[in-house]
């Protein structure tokens, strides 16, 4: 895997990438002025668009929630990507070659990873043409008998692969892919004497990250004469990993972090039975049991974190099959439970049909509610175990008491766990106190389940991989100690607590001038603006990293200077400062108007020292030759500078 990416290549990337395009793909944008734009927020719900995205800065701000951040940020939002993702995409784009760091030295294999992703679109787009032809009747057959019409196979990009060791191969080939990318690619398998096409006589399903980028297939076995398993996907590769993959992601990935549900499928036609029935958030695992790197995959989508009040945490609806292996694969995914602090759930369908076979045999309406009518995973893992005993008998009774005991003990959520303490108690007709000192017993003894602790949503939900779970800070990144105590809110600054009155908003202009057009207003009269007072004293903190950063007016990273200089408290202030509209027409408006408002910031000052002056001069004894002679020449010193401001500044 590749190491981080060098700190010059993300500058240059950020630099490069308009974010207006970027923002422009999920945000319609209007003009709000020179270097402006704003549109509807879609971080909140809004009738009157607040977010403004500002390309010369590179940045966007959101006056109504207070969202804000760059390109990369944006995506790993909007998106769901990692930070890295995010800008290997953005490089992508603009066909710019990252170089990676880790302990042997700088990398640049993100080309080669490129090429093995344009492999597999190649792949894509070959395997769907084949669908229509002759050979691939089976498959229509199939998909036709599992109630999929040719738009929901172009909708999936479901494709076919020809009963052929070199078509695919060959068609790769001439489109000048070498033959060691395409093995690399997972998509033909190096034989004994030359490579062959691993996938022949299959039906194809395209599998994709969350960005969409087709990274491997899913095969499934056709012709009678296919001696292969029933389904083959591809093999590990450089950027296809089994475990981290969730079929169906790139479709879902909005709805599961609009709605905070996810349903888990088996299979490639059960996703897209569910999809086609109104369940868009269904998800499959490709040829592996759900496990810990599904569960970080799904994690921001769902906003999983135990910080959350309940009543905003996720849902995870797990789909088994009611034979021994779906049983097997609810134990399993019952393990992994307590990793979640969203609430799990699971939903078996009537009959024992998979999502596929339900809608065939009863509807689309069928898969809602077999969504709708989800059971708690605890209900559903205590009822499990109760079923196999028999409930008449005392023995079986008893029997069933021992093996659920544990699985409430798991409860660290006490009030969840008398609940179900009071309800096994009547699944069994037993009394409640009995119950009651079974989970005791099973909480003084080494879990038999291995489901580990649970509290509320789940006792390890803030790790990070760290160890400790914290962010290096002493906090677990969600506003509270390591230790779970939670942290004192510092108020933040916004230009929404400022004062409402003439002379606090001519200040607030006036900074936001300083920030946003630094050259414009000019170092000379940036340095003059170092003295001047401020009804507002937070927009003095502002001014203050203005000043104290004026080597570096002109350079592209002079917002984050600003934002590493202002106390935390500041941070918010000065990205709105950044990205709130300027009433200009034009850039040659733009300019007249930052200068003349920072002028008129300087020249108030001045104002306010004249008076000063001439308030010194009258109460000064008239005997005083030197101390008059002194203050007269500041007062002319003053109206000096007040002409050479003026003379300066057009239309002042």
């Excluded at 300083?514 to 207003?521: A, F, I």
Aim: aromatic share 6%; hydrophobic share 40%; charged share 25%.
């Amino acid at each position: 895997m590749a190491g981080l990416i060098a700190r010059n290549d993300i500058d240059e990337v950020r630099a490069r990438v308009n974010i207006a395009d970027v923002v422009g793909d999920y945000v319609t944008l209007k003009s709000a002025g020179v270097g402006s734009l704003k549109g509807l927020c879609p971080f909140h719900d809004e009738r009157t668009p607040s977010f403004h995205v500002r390309p010369q800065v590179g940045r966007y701000h959101c006056f109504g929630c207070g969202e804000d951040g760059d390109v990369f940020s944006f995506l790993m939002s909007q998106e769901h990507t990692t930070f890295q993702e995010a800008v290997e995409r953005m490089a992508a784009k603009i066909g710019f070659t990252l170089h990676y760091e880790d302990g042997d030295g700088p990398r640049t294999d993100y080309n080669a990873r490129a090429r093995l992703i344009a492999a597999n679109e190649a792949a894509q787009a070959f395997f769907t043409a084949q669908l229509t032809t002759a050979a691939a009747e089976p498959a229509r057959q199939f998909l036709g008998q599992r109630g999929f019409d040719p738009a929901a196979a172009q909708h999936f990009g479901v494709g076919f692969a020809p009963k052929s060791f070199d078509a695919l191969k060959d068609h790769l080939r001439g489109l000048r892919f070498s033959i060691d990318e395409i093995v690399a690619a997972g998509l033909v398998s190096q034989g004994d004497r030359s490579p062959y096409d691993r996938f022949r006589g299959r039906l194809m399903w395209p599998i994709r990250d969350v960005t969409g980028a087709t990274i491997g297939f899913g095969a499934r076995r056709l012709l009678e004469d296919d001696k292969g398993p029933k389904y083959l996907n591809t093999p590990e590769t450089p950027i296809y990993h089994k475990s981290q993959v969730l079929y169906g992601l790139d479709l879902a990935r909005k709805e599961i972090a609009k709605g905070k549900q996810v349903v888990i499928v088996e299979g490639y036609t059960d996703v897209m039975a569910c999809h086609l029935a109104g369940i868009t958030t269904a998800v499959a695992t490709c040829g592996t049991s759900f496990g810990v790197d599904h569960i970080k995959v799904l994690r921001p989508m769902l906003g999983d974190s135990a910080a959350q009040h309940v009543s905003q945490l996720g849902q995870i609806v797990f789909t088994f099959d009611p034979d021994e292996a779906g049983q097997r694969a609810a134990s399993r995914a019952f393990a992994e439970e307590q990793r979640f602090a969203s609430q799990t759930y699971v939903a078996v369908a009537p009959g024992g049909l998979d999502p596929c076979d339900l809608r065939l045999a009863r509807g689309d309406d069928a898969i809602r509610r077999l969504v709708e009518n989800r059971r708690p995973m605890f209900e559903f893992m205590i009822r499990r175990r109760l079923d196999g005993h028999d409930l008449d008998t005392v023995e079986g009774r008893v029997g069933g008491l021992r093996e659920s005991a544990p699985v409430i003990a798991d409860i660290r959520d006490r009030a969840l766990a008398d609940g179900y303490i009071r309800n096994t108690a009547g699944w069994l007709g037993m009394d409640i106190e009995d119950v009651r000192r079974a989970v005791a017993t099973a909480r003084r003894r080494p879990s038999d389940g291995g489901q580990g602790a649970r509290s509320g949503g789940s006792s390890n939900a803030g790790q990070n991989g760290s160890g400790n779970g914290t962010n290096g800070s002493g906090t677990d990144g969600s506003g509270r100690h390591g230790d779970g105590r939670d942290l004192p809110d510092e108020p933040q600054a916004s230009i929404r607590s400022l004062p409402d009155d003439p002379i606090a908003r001519m200040e607030r202009d006036a900074v936001m001038a300083m920030v946003q057009q630094p050259q414009s207003v000019g170092v000379p009269l940036l340095a003059l603006a170092a003295s001047a007072t401020f009804s507002a004293r937070m927009l003095s903190v502002v001014r203050d990293a203005v000043v104290a950063n004026i080597d570096a007016v002109g350079d592209r990273a002079w917002l984050d200077k600003l934002l590493s200089d202002v106390p935390a408290p500041f941070r918010s202030l000065v990205q709105e400062l950044a990205l709130a509209p300027i009433p200009a027409r034009s850039d040659e408006d733009l300019a007249i108007y930052c200068r003349g408002i920072v002028v008129a910031l300087v020249e108030r000052d001045l104002l306010a020292r004249k008076a000063s002056l001439l308030g010194q001069l009258q109460r000064t004894d008239p005997s005083d030759q030197e101390r008059r002679a002194d203050v007269q020449r500041q007062l002319m010193d003053l109206d000096a500078q007040r002409m050479r401001l003026r003379a300066d500044t057009p239309g002042a």
